[in-house]
């Protein structure tokens, strides 16, 4: 397994600098020093009330959601942290469209931070389906720290494929 599969796209200088506190055995602190306690949102009830507050206050005019959860299927983190999906059902004579979230089960033991990024992602789906520009200037809108949380949670992402989690 690449010891760097979260960090591909960083330059080889940061690369070699995530490689020292590895080598050092400091990536750990550095996380815990900088996100020192888990977030509170640990059933899917809970979540979802994150999530729509999130969504009321910097998306209030987007489309509803119908649901949304941790689930356990997903398991793959360097494929998906969470995932939107626009579900389509014909019911009776109509063509009712609900969307849902599902965040990975393993974050439900992470810094708020790191949770605030996925959800960030995964909102501004509703609105930009594709990973470009207007996207990630969504994304900064919702959460003005959105890469530096980004690249943090891939830092812990790195420390947990060879470490116990943190939290």
Do not use: W
């Not at 977030?39 to 209030?60: A, C, E, G, M, Q």
């Not at 509703?126 to 994304?139: M, Q, R, T, V």
């Amino acid at each position: 397994m690449h010891p760097f599969k979260y960090l591909t796209n960083y330059s080889q200088e940061t690369r070699d600098q995530v490689q020292n506190l590895i080598t050092n055995n400091t990536l750990g602190k550095h996380l815990l020093k900088k996100y020192p306690k888990t977030h509170p949102y640990f059933n899917d009830k809970t979540l979802y009330d994150y999530v729509i507050n999130l969504k009321n206050s910097h998306l209030r005019s987007s489309s509803p959601l119908s649901k949304v959860l941790y689930d356990t299927k997903i398991r793959d983190l360097h494929s998906a942290l969470g995932t939107h999906t626009f579900v389509s059902r014909v019911q009776g004579g109509k063509l009712k469209a609900k969307n849902e979230i599902r965040i990975s089960h393993l974050f439900k033991k992470v810094p708020e931070p790191f949770l605030r990024m996925i959800v960030t992602h995964e909102l501004a789906h509703l609105k930009e389906k594709e990973h470009n520009k207007a996207f990630y200037s969504l994304c900064t809108h919702i959460e003005p720290h959105y890469h530096q949380l980004e690249f943090d949670l891939r830092l812990y992402l790195t420390y947990c494929e060879s470490n116990e989690h943190l939290y």
